[in-house]
């Protein structure tokens, strides 16, 4: 029973740790704190067809 309990409290962890890695690669601006196998899209639109 521990386990259950347990894995989701590391999930929770390990995802504030990395939230915080990318938000300070986005503040510092610096490529070298890009984290490791993070892969950012450039955001696109969709065009809006006029009728």
């Not at 347990?6 to 390990?14: C, D, G, T, V």
């Not at 601006?29 to 006029?50: M, Q």
Request: avoid cysteine; aromatic fraction near 8%.
């Amino acid at each position: 029973m521990a386990t259950t309990v347990e894995r989701p409290k590391n999930i929770a962890k390990q995802m504030l740790e990395r939230k915080k890695l990318i938000e300070e690669y986005f503040k510092s601006g610096d490529e070298s704190k890009k984290p490791a196998g993070v892969k950012f899209v450039k955001p696109f639109t969709i065009p809006t067809e006029e009728r």
